[in-house]
């Protein structure tokens, strides 16, 4: 069983920062990509940024420049640094992982809980 477990969420203010952090512990053999998602009221989740094993990056294009993406693969965690936040990036945030377990033949996607980020204008 592997679990995905976010934090650091919060309140801040436009211009702020926040830092999330997502960690993944169980009978994990391997991480391939890692992301976050966020989900705001009546939108789709979107994907915000995602890191390959070997640390390449993606972003959509509305956090370019103000969030980075980072991983830990010793520690099983990926971070999200998020900078010159706006009222826009308001949301819950999860965390995602494409992770192989020593129970299943095949890597599947896993899920955190979310964690709520206000920006307030």
């Known amino acids: 069983q592997v679990q995905l477990v976010e934090s650091g969420g919060g309140l801040v203010q436009a211009g702020g920062s926040l830092r999330l952090s997502c960690e993944a512990s169980?009978?994990?053999?391997?991480?391939?990509?890692q992301g976050w998602y966020r989900q705001a009221p009546g939108k789709q989740r979107e994907l915000v940024a995602s890191?390959?094993?070997?640390?390449?990056?993606n972003y959509v294009d509305s956090v370019k420049g103000r969030f980075t993406i980072s991983r830990d693969n010793a520690k099983n965690t990926v971070n999200l640094q998020m900078n010159s936040l706006k009222p826009e990036d308001t949301a819950v945030y999860y965390c995602?992982?494409?992770?192989?377990?020593?129970?299943?033949?095949?890597?599947?996607?896993?899920w955190g809980r979310g964690t709520q980020v206000t920006v307030s204008s």
């Open positions: 995602n992982a494409n992770i192989k377990t020593a129970l299943l033949v095949v890597s599947r996607d896993y």
């Open positions: 169980g009978s994990i053999l391997r991480i391939n990509v």
């Open positions: 890191i390959t094993s070997g640390g390449s990056t």
